[in-house]
């Protein structure tokens, strides 16, 4: 055929069949699918180990000192409102507050002694403000033979 190009014996490509690159686009698709599949999947397995060597145990030790540090935040938070405003520092302020000294024993209920909770306001016994006050103080007791 005059005009078609020449190629040399044995280098002619040969043509595809129809619909094969549909295929070859599926297969591709296939194998990026598996590769992501693959990499998620593994993420999360790696997630899932580093959150179990994270945890923390639930000693009861640690669970006092949070009680104790909930009980020393109430008695800051206290102290600050005092401070702040002794005016205005109260009875129904100084109960609020010991109240929420209170809770700490009930949110802690499983290493705090029952009925241990003590509140000591800034504003002293006899809610006046003077010199001789001391600073709110909220503590709790843990249970007898806590961690042993």
Do not use: K
């Not at 008695?75 to 507050?97: H, I, K, L, R, W």
């Not at 006050?133 to 249970?143: K, W």
């Amino acid at each position: 055929m005059p005009g078609a190009p020449r190629f040399p014996p044995g280098s002619r490509p040969r043509p595809g069949r129809r619909g094969e690159r549909g295929l070859i686009t599926l297969e591709w698709l296939l194998v990026v699918g598996a590769i992501a599949g693959l990499a998620a999947s593994s993420v999360v397995i790696v997630q899932q180990v580093l959150d179990d060597h994270s945890e923390v145990p639930d000693d009861p030790l640690v669970r006092m000192l949070e009680a104790d540090v909930a009980a020393a935040w109430v008695a800051a938070e206290a102290q600050a409102a005092f401070d702040d405003n002794p005016g205005g520092y109260d009875t129904a302020v100084n109960q609020s507050f010991a109240y929420r000294c209170d809770g700490v024993e009930g949110d802690y209920g499983d290493v705090v002694a029952a009925g241990t909770a003590e509140w000591v306001s800034p504003a002293g016994q006899d809610g006046v403000p003077s010199s001789d006050d001391e600073p709110a103080r909220c503590t709790v007791d843990p249970q007898p033979n806590l961690g042993a």
